[in-house]
Every structure is written in structure tokens, then in C-alpha cells.
């Protein structure tokens, strides 16, 4: 793949774990905010979860720009040996 963030994102183990990680702790914390929310109640983790997603968005939009990438790159190697086998 020629996109340079995804080229970085399989070169640097820490960042790939970060992004991992980050994505599904976003995913959690996120439940957890609307649990909290719903309740009205636990002032304290509504603003820990908070503070935690300023620092696993980060990792969550990274991570998607990353599957969205691989996406189309994958998108574009199937059609074009769908392409390739068809004018055979």
C-alpha cells in the first residue's frame, strides 16, 4: 500500500497498539458515557470518560482512516483482477 499513515501505522508497534487499543477503549468509554448520561448520576466517571476519549479519539479516527484506506486499496486489486480475467 502506498498511503504513508499506513505504511507508519504497521511500522511502529507502539502506535499500532495505541491506535488498537485506543479504538476499543473509544468504543467502551463511549457506552459507558451514555450509560452514565442516561442515569443522571456519577458526575465523576462522566468526566473521567470524558477526558479519556480526548485521548482515544485520536487513536479511533486514525485507526478508521487506516480501514478506510486498506478498503479501497482492496477495492481496487479485486477490480482490477476482476478486470484483468475478464478481457482474457
Known sequence: NSFALVRWYYSYYYFFGYCCVGTEFTYVAIYILAKVTALDQYETIRI???Y???ISIPACITKQI???SQLCSACHAVAAYD???KNK
Open 48 to 50: 473521567g470518560c470524558e
Open 52 to 54: 479519556f476519549l480526548m
Open 66 to 68: 487506516v480501514n478506510v
Open 83 to 85: 478486470a484483468e480475467q
